[in-house]
């Protein structure tokens, strides 16, 4: 391929090269050069019928959410759904997948969790730096969103973040400074104001990732993001999406006027070409790993990964023999629509149309378990609220059952891009059906189909056990019930904090009117403010139970000065082979500036067979002792003494041991 530079083309060809050509495509300049086509993403690919407008999807394989891929901690799952993912992009034609996004999940009600990562930086940074890696190497190229600290969808377009120099960095910049080191051909702008400053203007934020992170792909617009095309361009955002007539039109007027240069016009059309070349190069002779069937039957293996047990009183797993009631609309989503996924899906642009008719449950546990299973939907779904349905028949058929399984959940109605979410309780029917059902049968299970933390205070203690699934993909349904009969044992864990109540959060409690959000909590977010000020919580950031029982110890700790190698053993004292999550957390202990209580810096997920001891082993850097001093303007590292921390969760702490550093050296203690 003929790749055409920068000094042949016109300062017109130039000016429209910077502002896309329709909703989905770069500029080909009348064929001049290629054009890259993108696509919506989350859970799987959304590409548009008409590459010219917003509405109608195609079919495409639907995935679990981004939150249950990363409540599986497995790097290498991570990787792998990447490259499925890139897979449907190359079948589709698309050359960059808008995704991953690694915004922090600052407030439990924002819409778009289910979207995202975690409330963890480190955490959301290593995720996604795989998923680059993983959908790159395939052919595709990715676009890290949404910078910086869209936190919240509420007034997205207009609102300002008010953050805090030391914050930004630590917190909402540094998922994207680790996602940098994967080399993402792209990067999207937030819609939001940045400190009053959109984030299509965000010319401080630019630098920090061009000159400190070494970010040397394009920056691109959301979509409708830029308000003022030559302010965005002068600030280094290369391409506007989607194409505006009059957004090009004033850009060559205040060219002509000499309001933007030829060195700002030149810097922003080579960054999109490079992209665009960029994107060709990738796909030069790749085939896919994956075929449409290998991927679709992924979905089942990714979402049985990332399930998380919240709690158990030995009523799970089910049981040979056992009679089961079943109740909610969530069971059947079939009944619902055999296609669009609004039960179980979150809302907007990442929600996709699936290939295969939607799963049921009771369909699916009959064959698993056996036909003495009964049924009753309770509830149905009527837009923003649920409806009682038959309550008394569900009533009667848990009291007669051994089993009583509530489905329960959300949905795109209520979680969705454009909007954030008005409570963290689920409907009013939907808890009166886990309350009526559990008073009559005490071995009740609550299935959860949500995408961000739910406020279970009403219910949480009069059921048995609570099964999280988020918003499953095509074969989500095999899945939930391998969890539930024990073909599989759950390893999920948590990626953020379940809160008693929303008032409990940070988010809740600090300044926000309808022009400003300020984070008035700096450093402090998710578990890090909960176990700095002794909140107590729901579920903790980390937790999830497993069928098999844990056991840490042997706790070892080696350096050469530079590194240091956390060893423990995990043993498995059970007879169920399992897999265990385990967190290494570092506390200052002896700082002169504030510090959150203690903040993760690495983990590991094991297989542990039954009645193994498994060692483990994990390695931190220097950057695990690090914070970002405002006084030096740079990363520094105090001297003093730091406690490592092996935690099952955040508050399950296992094994602990002190080291000191000085001078930029670890010592051990």
């Given at each position: 391929m003929k790749r055409i530079t920068i000094k042949e083309l016109t300062v017109e060809e130039k000016l429209r090269l910077i502002c896309g050509k329709d909703f989905w495509h770069t500029e080909d300049l009348n064929k001049k050069i290629p054009f890259v086509r993108m696509t919506d993403s989350s859970m799987g690919v959304r590409m548009p019928i008409d590459p010219e407008k917003w509405d109608g999807v195609k079919p495409s394989i639907a995935y679990p959410s981004m939150q249950i891929l990363s409540h599986s901690w497995n790097l290498e799952m991570v990787r792998e759904y990447a490259e499925c993912v890139a897979d449907d992009c190359l079948d589709a034609g698309a050359d960059i997948l808008l995704g991953p996004g690694v915004n922090i999940k600052r407030s439990p009600l924002c819409g778009r969790s289910f979207e995202y990562f975690s409330e963890d930086p480190y955490l959301a940074g290593v995720m996604a730096r795989e998923y680059i890696t993983g959908m790159q190497n395939e052919g595709v190229g990715a676009c890290v969103k949404h910078f910086c600290c869209n936190n919240a969808e509420t007034n997205r377009l207009q609102q300002s973040?008010?953050?805090?120099?030391?914050?930004?960095?630590?917190?909402?910049?540094?998922?994207?400074?680790?996602?940098?080191?994967?080399?993402?051909?792209?990067?999207?702008?937030?819609?939001?104001?940045?400190?009053?400053?959109?984030?299509?203007?965000?010319?401080?934020?630019?630098?920090?990732?061009?000159?400190?992170?070494?970010?040397?792909?394009?920056?691109?617009?959301?979509?409708?993001?830029?308000?003022?095309?030559?302010?965005?361009?002068?600030?280094?955002?290369?391409?506007?999406?989607?194409?505006?007539?009059?957004?090009?039109?004033?850009?060559?007027?205040?060219?002509?006027?000499?309001?933007?240069?030829?060195?700002?016009?030149?810097?922003?059309?080579?960054?999109?070409?490079?992209?665009?070349?960029?994107?060709?190069?990738?796909?030069?002779?790749?085939?896919?790993?994956?075929?449409?069937?290998?991927r679709i039957a992924f979905t089942q293996k990714a979402e049985e990964e990332g399930i998380v047990l919240l709690k158990n009183n030995g009523v799970l797993p089910l049981k040979k023999g056992q009679s089961l009631s079943l109740c909610g609309w969530f069971s059947r989503p079939c009944a619902h629509d055999k296609k669009r996924p609004e039960l179980i899906s979150g809302g907007g642009s990442g929600m996709v149309e699936r290939i295969t008719p939607m799963f049921d449950m009771l369909e699916i546990l009959q064959k698993q378990h056996g036909e003495n299973i009964t049924y009753e939907p309770a509830f149905y779904e009527k837009g923003v609220d649920s409806s009682f349905m038959n309550p008394g028949i569900a009533v009667e058929n848990a009291a007669e059952s051994d089993v009583n399984i509530v489905f329960a959940g959300t949905g795109a109605v209520i979680e969705s891009e454009g909007s954030d979410r008005a409570t963290m309780k689920l409907d009013n029917a939907i808890v009166q059906t886990i309350l009526d059902t559990a008073a009559v049968n005490p071995n009740t299970v609550v299935v959860l189909f949500a995408g961000s933390p739910i406020d279970m205070r009403e219910w949480v203690d009069?059921?048995?056990?609570?099964?999280?699934?988020?918003?499953?993909?095509?074969?989500?349904?095999?899945?939930?019930?391998?969890?539930?009969?024990?073909?599989?044992?759950?390893?999920?864990?948590?990626?953020?904090?379940?809160?008693?109540?929303?008032?409990?959060?940070?988010?809740?409690?600090?300044?926000?009117?309808?022009?400003?959000?300020?984070?008035?909590?700096?450093?402090?977010?998710?578990?890090?403010?909960?176990?700095?000020?002794?909140?107590?919580?729901?579920?903790?950031?980390?937790?999830?139970?497993?069928?098999?029982?844990?056991?840490?110890?042997?706790?070892?700790?080696?350096?050469?000065?530079?590194?240091?190698?956390?060893?423990?053993?995990?043993?498995?004292?059970?007879e169920i082979d399992g897999k265990e999550i385990s967190q290494i957390y570092v506390r200052a202990m002896s700082s002169y500036i504030y510090r959150p209580y203690k903040e993760l810096k690495g983990f590991a997920k094991t297989f542990v067979g039954a009645g193994v001891k498994?060692?483990?082993?994990?390695?931190?850097?220097?950057?695990?002792?690090?914070?970002?001093?405002?006084?030096?303007?740079?990363?520094?590292?105090?001297?003093?003494?730091?406690e490592i921390i092996v935690g099952a969760s955040a508050k399950d702490e296992k094994l602990r041991a002190k080291v000191k550093i000085k001078g930029e050296k670890i010592f051990l203690l």
């Open positions: 973040s008010e953050v805090d120099e030391r914050t930004l960095r630590e917190i909402y910049y540094k998922p994207f400074e680790i996602a940098c080191e994967a080399k993402p051909l792209s990067v999207m702008c937030s819609y939001n104001r940045i400190n009053g400053v959109y984030g299509s203007e965000n010319k401080k934020g630019y630098d920090v990732l061009r000159k400190e992170y070494g970010f040397d792909g394009a920056i691109i617009s959301d979509w409708d993001a830029v308000r003022n095309r030559t302010n965005s361009a002068k600030a280094g955002l290369d391409l506007e999406m989607p194409f505006h007539p009059e957004h090009y039109d004033a850009l060559v007027a205040d060219y002509e006027a000499g309001k933007i240069t030829d060195e700002e016009l030149d810097g922003c059309a080579e960054r999109v070409l490079d992209l665009i070349y960029a994107c060709k190069e990738l796909q030069q002779d790749k085939t896919r790993s994956h075929t449409q069937e290998e009069e059921v048995s056990a609570i099964v999280y699934v988020g918003f499953p993909g095509e074969k989500g349904g095999e899945a939930i019930a391998n969890v539930l009969t024990g073909k599989v044992n759950p390893s999920g864990k948590l990626t953020e904090t379940f809160p008693l109540a929303y008032e409990d959060t940070p988010a809740a409690q600090g300044y926000s009117d309808s022009k400003v959000t300020r984070y008035g909590e700096g450093t402090d977010v998710g578990y890090r403010f909960f176990d700095t000020y002794g909140v107590p919580v729901l579920f903790p950031f980390g937790h999830g139970v497993s069928y098999s029982q844990f056991v840490y110890g042997g706790l070892s700790l080696k350096t050469d000065g530079k590194t240091l190698e956390v060893d423990y053993e995990i043993e498995n004292r059970s498994q060692s483990v082993c994990v390695k931190l850097d220097m950057r695990a002792f690090e914070y970002w001093s405002t006084a030096y303007d740079k990363w520094t590292i105090e001297d003093g003494v730091y």
